[in-house]
């Protein structure tokens, strides 16, 4: 009776957990791709515009003239959403083929695997005070570097519920 009273409390908090792994990663991408069967859909909103604010230039070390695309995806394992992420990324650091592949649906974890990306979190926020998780469990902000440690992008993700019920495979 004890025991079953006290196993809620020795399970692993999933958001925590989520939060941690998401923290080691080079690539959110990858982190979504563990937990689906499936390769990871993005879902691109083509109509979406929004500028580099100046803390994100600078952040990006990019001056006031250099273009910074913005990409709006939701990122998606078969119908289920498992995050919304804003994306603002510096073309002329991508190759032409990585650029053609974000033209397209392909996640941006994915198409700049080929750079060895790393990234920096600059602030992740949990659940809110008042314990709810909707409409999202994890916000992450942070700086998506390139092997040699530059910058190409900095991103906004935020997680849905549905990633804490899928199994992590390995």
Same mark, same amino acid.
């Given at each position: 009776m004890i025991l079953a009273?006290?196993?809620?409390?020795?399970?692993?908090?999933?958001?925590?957990?989520?939060?941690?792994?998401?923290?080691? =990663?080079?690539? *959110?991408?990858?982190?979504?791709?563990? /937990?689906?069967?499936? &390769?990871? !859909?993005?879902?691109? @909103?083509? #109509?979406?515009r929004k500028p580099a604010?100046?803390?994100?230039?600078?952040?990006?070390?990019?001056?006031?003239?250099?273009?910074?695309?913005?990409?709006?995806?939701?990122?998606?394992?078969?119908?289920?959403?498992?995050?919304?992420?804003?994306?603002?990324?510096?073309?002329?650091?991508?190759?032409?083929?990585?650029?053609?592949?974000? =033209?397209?649906? *392909?996640?941006?974890?994915?198409?700049? /695997?080929?750079?060895? &990306?790393? !990234?920096?979190?600059? @602030?992740? #926020?949990?659940?809110?005070?008042?314990?709810?998780?909707?409409?999202?469990?994890?916000?992450?902000?942070?700086?998506?570097?390139?092997?040699?440690?530059?910058?190409?992008?900095?991103?906004?993700?935020n997680y849905a519920p549905?990633?804490?019920?899928?199994?992590?495979?390995?």
């Amino acid at each position: 009776m004890i025991l079953a009273a006290l196993l809620p409390l020795l399970q692993p908090d999933p958001v925590d957990a989520l939060r941690r792994e998401l923290l080691a =990663a080079n690539s *959110a991408t990858a982190v979504l791709q563990r /937990r689906c069967a499936e &390769p990871i !859909r993005a879902e691109v @909103d083509r #109509a979406g515009r929004k500028p580099a604010t100046a803390e994100q230039r600078a952040d990006l070390g990019v001056g006031p003239a250099e273009p910074v695309a913005y990409r709006s995806v939701v990122l998606k394992c078969g119908a289920v959403a498992l995050s919304i992420a804003e994306n603002w990324y510096v073309p002329a650091r991508l190759t032409p083929g990585i650029n053609a592949a974000l =033209a397209g649906d *392909a996640p941006f974890g994915a198409a700049i /695997r080929p750079l060895a &990306p790393s !990234r920096r979190t600059l @602030d992740i #926020a949990t659940r809110r005070e008042d314990g709810s998780v909707a409409p999202h469990v994890l916000r992450q902000r942070a700086i998506v570097l390139d092997g040699q440690g530059r910058p190409l992008a900095e991103v906004i993700e935020n997680y849905a519920p549905a990633l804490l019920g899928l199994p992590v495979r390995h």
